[in-house]
């Protein structure tokens, strides 16, 4: 999807890098990161620690973290690894996994990678993820469930 290049292959620095994704007059996501080294020939921004905050209906809906990415200037699409985090509002829903793919076209999360989906009442391990930003709607191959034990 993306290619990440040697140093020297940046046409732009950018500073405190920020970029929307709107759709139909409704913000879809917003990345953020300390730096942005754009990459024009191949239409790709590098972002270090990058913060992408999702939404749904106008509120936020899952806030994802890495060390790592990539986003695709003409299309929005964001690759990320390093060590991902994806962490929902409101249920607190947290995703791990290594690297992470969002296609904004479908708006959807994937990887081939391990997975590990962490609700209030359970863990879901397995490889491979396909889900919507809010992990309203998860698809984990090989899952095994876990349902965490009440204290008394």
Known sequence: MFQVTGAGKFSQ??????MQDIYNGTKNMVVESVEGRVREKDQAV??????VTFYK???????????????AMNTHAVQV????????????????????RYDPKKQRF???????????????????????????????????????RRST
């Open 13 to 18: 620095v950018l500073k405190d890098f920020q």
């Open 46 to 51: 590098d972002v270090d620690k990058p913060r």
């Open 57 to 71: 209906q106008g509120a936020v809906s899952s806030v994802l973290t890495a060390p790592k990415g990539v986003v």
């Open 81 to 100: 690894w390093g060590g991902v985090t994806v962490v929902t509002k409101g249920s607190s829903t947290t995703l791990t996994t290594e690297s992470l």
């Open 110 to 148: 994937m990887t081939q990678d391990p997975v590990r989906l962490e609700r209030a009442d359970s863990v879901t391990i397995g490889v491979g993820l396909d889900a919507e930003p809010d992990l309203s709607r998860v698809r984990i191959g090989r899952e095994k469930v876990y349902v965490k």
